[in-house]
């Protein structure tokens, strides 16, 4: 019998290995870590527990808007702390979720990745690209 969206929850196929970074990284050091992986947000975590997330958009912001063109400038920009830069207030799912939840959440939000929590610790995250096998295999 097949399994559909609702029977598949995220435990199953959530990442588990989670880079990420904490408040007081640097927007130059966040600049570099988006150099280094191929993701377009990173969690936000203070002692495990996911206090935000950071976006490479949030980076664009930063670097385009309203900025001085002195060197000056420059040097603050790229020690401007991410809790300057990042969104607290973050859509989450929980291991126990389904993936049609997953999807909703996606869509409606323009998500590309949400992360998985457990009792504010972050656990896991799952991206469009772990989901979308499961939604193609389905339809």
Known sequence: MNRTLKDLKVSEIMKR???TVTENV???ELRDLFEKYDFNAFPVVRSGILVGMVTKLDLLKTLTTGRSPTI???MNLWAEKVKEIMHRAVVTVKPTDDIMTVADYMVEFR???IPVVEEKRLVGIISRSDLMPH????N
């Open 26 to 28: 640097t927007v130059g």
């Open 17 to 19: 290995e989670v880079v």
């Open 111 to 113: 998500l590309r990745s």
């Open 135 to 138: 939604v193609i295999e389905e």
């Open 72 to 74: 000056r400038g420059v």
